[in-house]
């Protein structure tokens, strides 16, 4: 077979592979880095609309536009339909078309397998699947009536989905192994429930009448302290006990059906990712469509790997490395703060379309306080003509990835911006960030309290340490103070700041010296609301 794709791959003009270690995920300090070719990469990323993939054509003219607007990833579906058209015949031309080309604009890809499910949903699985509900079953309503919904206790469903994904990362072993072009795969897209809370299907039934798998519960009982709140309390209320059915331990109702939907949902993505890794291991994760405040399971996809689940989805699926939040909710910094965990690195792969212009303070926020991975919004192939501030944005986080990766894991990096509530209220009081031997101190849009819009919702940044008492302070809309911590002077003053850009080969080219009326006479660091940019700033203390 190997041999079979190699000349496949010759045919197709593509790069001959040679041996080469995987895309992996490393530990630097408190930090998790994405290796790519044996380097740390920063994700500076976007997400093509649904069908955009499908089509070579209509993707040709959007690579060099989304490349200049200084992309270095694109997350593309490719969905089992393309791949599989005919049970064990494997078409490839869509899956090498877009190697190529994301090779020909220097872009790397996480690919999006829509398998199985896509948003809940079973739309991509190829013909052959659809109309065999004998042999992939669907999941039911309460009353009978299937949904368009793969059943998880569908055994041929599952090999195969797994035949299928490890087929593709085979492929990506043939063609790809040198270039690394893909570096991620997610596993399914947006799993979940939908419009009850579990499948009601006779085996899904049996399996509820069941008791709690060991697992699930061996893993409650190794993480009762650092378990999510939701779930702690779920469990505690109901004594915390080590065997049971899913009611007993988790609550009559939807409490239980939601957990019992998680943990096979779980086990299922385990399978899955298990055997696209034998075939070709590289990182591999799910995201999540999150719930809305007062909505119950159903509502919204019941059983994905919501904030109140994780642990759920930790026990049932290690083979995943981590779990994504897509966010198109107001309350961005609660949601990755709930993300970001010892045992979870952050990474946003579906975020507000990409022309809302909240979207670039939520890039800087991700990266600069939470050494996220990466961050891309959605639809980005609808804006490459016209990108707008989110260009801009992505221009500064490109010219500070070298720095961002360096300072990863280490405590020399902050983000910050406005903290908007779900309600969409936003919280504009100033922050503050201990780095180095600086306390800092963010205020936004200068001193008045701004009038809250998406604009002024949109201001933010982050700050880099780079050494004793020199930082680079980027974003837009931020005024920054600055005071000594620790031994010593009691005063900091701004030795000089220089705003400029770094060019290609990574030097700082100084444009204006600020240490007049743009610095308040060496009161402040300011960036203008309006304008991405960065200043280079050498602090100095006195008495």
């Given at each position: 077979?190997?041999?079979?794709?190699?000349?496949?791959?010759?045919?197709?003009?593509?790069?001959?592979?040679?041996?080469?270690?995987?895309?992996?995920?490393?530990?630097?300090?408190?930090?998790t880095?994405?290796?790519?070719?044996?380097?740390?990469?920063?994700?500076?990323?976007?997400?093509?609309?649904?069908?955009?993939?499908?089509?070579?054509?209509?993707?040709?003219?959007?690579?060099?536009?989304?490349?200049?607007?200084?992309?270095?990833?694109?997350?593309?579906?490719v969905?089992?339909?393309?791949?599989?058209?005919?049970?064990?015949?494997?078409?490839?031309?869509?899956?090498?078309?877009?190697?190529?080309?994301?090779r020909?604009?220097?872009l790397?890809l996480?690919?999006?397998?829509?398998?199985?499910?896509?948003?809940?949903?079973?739309?991509?699985?190829?013909?052959?699947?659809?109309?065999?509900?004998?042999?992939?079953?669907?999941?039911?309503?309460?009353?009978?009536?299937?949904?368009?919904?793969?059943?998880?206790?569908?055994?041929?469903?599952?090999r195969?989905?797994?035949?299928?994904?490890?087929?593709?990362?085979?492929?990506?072993?043939?063609?790809?192994?040198?270039?690394?072009?893909?570096?991620?795969?997610?596993?399914?897209?947006?799993?979940?429930?939908?419009?009850?809370?579990?499948?009601?299907?006779?085996?899904?039934?049996?399996?509820?009448?069941q008791?709690?798998?060991?697992?699930?519960?061996?893993?409650?009982?190794a993480?009762?302290?650092?378990?999510?709140?939701?779930m702690?309390?779920?469990?505690?209320?109901?004594?915390?006990?080590?065997?049971?059915?899913?009611?007993?331990?988790?609550?009559?109702?939807?409490?239980?059906?939601?957990?019992?939907?998680?943990?096979?949902?779980?086990?299922?993505?385990?399978?899955?990712?298990?055997?696209?890794?034998a075939?070709?291991?590289?990182?591999?994760?799910?995201?999540?469509?999150?719930?809305?405040?007062?909505?119950?399971?159903?509502?919204?996809?019941?059983?994905?790997?919501?904030?109140?689940?994780?642990?759920?989805?930790k026990?049932?699926?290690?083979?995943?490395?981590?779990?994504?939040?897509?966010?198109?909710?107001?309350?961005?910094?609660?949601?990755?703060?709930?993300?970001?965990?010892?045992?979870?690195?952050?990474?946003?792969?579906?975020?507000?379309?990409?022309?809302n212009?909240?979207?670039?303070?939520?890039?800087?926020?991700?990266?600069?306080?939470?050494?996220?991975?990466?961050?891309?919004?959605?639809?980005?192939?609808?804006?490459?003509?016209?990108?707008?501030?989110?260009?801009d944005?992505?221009?500064?986080?490109?010219?500070?990835?070298?720095?961002?990766?360096?300072?990863?894991?280490?405590?020399?990096?902050?983000?910050?911006?406005?903290?908007?509530?779900?309600?969409?209220?936003?919280?504009?009081?100033?922050?503050?960030?201990?780095?180095?031997?600086?306390?800092?101190?963010?205020?936004?849009?200068d001193?008045?309290?701004?009038t809250?819009?998406?604009?002024?919702?949109?201001?933010?940044?982050?700050?880099?340490?780079?050494?004793?008492?020199?930082y680079?302070?980027?974003?837009?809309?931020?005024?920054?103070?600055?005071?000594?911590?620790?031994?010593?002077?009691?005063?900091?003053?701004?030795?000089?700041?220089?705003?400029?850009?770094?060019?290609?080969?990574?030097?700082?080219?100084?444009?204006?010296?600020?240490?007049?009326?743009?610095?308040?006479?060496g009161?402040?660091?300011?960036?203008?609301?309006?304008?991405?940019?960065?200043?280079r700033?050498?602090?100095?203390?006195?008495?």
């Open positions: 077979m190997i041999r079979t794709l190699l000349l496949a791959t010759a045919a197709l003009g593509l790069a001959t592979p040679a041996l080469a270690d995987p895309p992996r995920l490393v530990k630097k300090g408190d930090a880095q994405l290796v790519v070719n044996g380097k740390p990469m920063l994700m500076i990323a976007g997400e093509l609309s649904n069908s955009a993939a499908s089509s070579a054509d209509y993707m040709a003219p959007h690579w060099a536009r989304l490349r200049a607007m200084h992309l270095n990833t694109v997350l593309a579906p969905s089992w339909e393309l791949i599989e058209p005919v049970e064990g015949r494997y078409d490839w031309s869509s899956v090498d078309t877009m190697l190529k080309a994301a020909a604009n220097d790397k996480v690919i999006l397998w829509f398998g199985a499910w896509k948003n809940s949903m079973s739309t991509y699985v190829p013909s052959w699947v659809k109309r065999d509900q004998a042999r992939f079953p669907r999941a039911e309503l309460p009353n009978g009536q299937g949904v368009e919904i793969l059943s998880t206790f569908g055994a041929d469903t599952l195969a989905d797994q035949r299928a994904l490890a087929a593709l990362m085979a492929h990506l072993k043939a063609v790809d192994d040198r270039d690394n072009t893909v570096v991620m795969l997610q596993v399914e897209n947006e799993i979940g429930m939908l419009p009850v809370a579990r499948d009601y299907s006779a085996p899904a039934d049996a399996a509820f009448r008791q709690v798998p060991p697992e699930l519960v061996n893993y409650l009982v993480h009762r302290d650092t378990l999510v709140p939701e702690k309390a779920m469990w505690a209320e109901r004594g915390a006990r080590t065997a049971g059915s899913w009611e007993e331990l988790f609550g009559p109702g939807d409490a239980a059906a939601e957990v019992f939907a998680a943990w096979h949902y779980a086990r299922f993505a385990d399978g899955l990712a298990a055997a696209g890794k075939a070709y291991p590289m990182p591999m994760y799910v995201n999540v469509a999150l719930n809305r405040p007062g909505r119950i399971p159903g509502e919204y996809p019941s059983g994905g790997p919501l904030p109140h689940l994780i642990d759920v989805w026990a049932g699926a290690p083979s995943l490395d981590f779990l994504a939040p897509d966010i198109y909710f107001p309350n961005f910094t609660q949601i990755v703060d709930r993300y970001k965990r010892p045992d979870n690195p952050l990474f946003i792969p579906e975020a507000h379309n990409a022309d212009p909240i979207v670039p303070a939520n890039a800087f926020y991700a990266i600069g306080e939470h050494d996220a991975l990466g961050f891309g919004p959605f639809s980005i192939d609808s804006i490459d003509e016209a990108p707008g501030a989110l260009k944005a992505y221009a500064v986080l490109d010219q500070l990835r070298p720095m961002i990766l360096d300072a990863q894991g280490t405590g020399r990096m902050a983000g910050f911006k406005p903290r908007q509530r779900y309600d969409e209220t936003v919280d504009y009081e100033p922050q503050v960030r201990d780095i180095g031997g600086y306390r800092f101190t963010i205020a936004y849009a001193i008045q309290r701004p809250m819009t998406p604009d002024t919702a949109g201001y933010g940044g982050l700050i880099i340490q780079t050494g004793e008492d020199e680079l302070v980027a974003g837009q809309g931020i005024t920054v103070t600055f005071k000594p911590i620790g031994d010593g002077p009691g005063l900091a003053g701004i030795d000089r700041a220089h705003e400029g850009v770094f060019d290609a080969a990574g030097n700082w080219k100084p444009g204006r010296l600020m240490n007049g009326d743009q610095t308040h006479q009161r402040h660091i300011r960036l203008p609301a309006g304008t991405w940019g960065i200043q700033v050498r602090l100095y203390r006195y008495r």
